[in-house]
């Protein structure tokens, strides 16, 4: 049984952070919060549905593609993504914390 994923916060919890969320090139939403962190919940908040599944890191359902911007990517990658799906702009939507502001693709990579 996994447990939370282990990582260090490097989010400032003083500065709200901006999460705009797009269908390929069309926006669909937008999340600010100083109190979010899951890119998921900013999703709930933007009224952007992205799939779920685990929430954990194992199942690789929530995955979606990182436009701009920077997300919390842990050394030891959890199993629902590898270093290519990274490379290819994934990331997991469940476990990747936004540094700062981000846009995403609600389309996953590949
Ligand atoms: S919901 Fe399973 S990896 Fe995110």
Avoid: W, Y
Avoid at 3 to 14: C, F, I, N, S, T
Avoid at 30 to 51: C, F, L, N, R, Y
């Amino acid at each position: 049984m996994g447990g939370p994923l282990k990582r260090e916060r490097a989010v400032d919890l003083d500065k709200s952070t901006t999460v705009r969320f797009f269908r390929g090139s069309l926006p669909i939403g937008t999340s600010q919060s100083d109190t979010i962190d899951a890119i998921t919940e900013h999703a709930i908040e933007a009224e952007v549905t992205i799939p779920t599944n685990c929430t954990s890191g194992t199942c690789g359902t929530c995955l979606v593609r990182l436009i701009s911007g920077e997300v919390e990517i842990p050394e030891s990658l959890p199993p629902g993504i590898d270093d290519f799906l990274i490379s290819q702009g994934g990331i997991l939507a469940c476990c990747m914390p936004p540094i700062g502001d981000i846009e995403i693709d609600i389309i996953p990579p590949l």
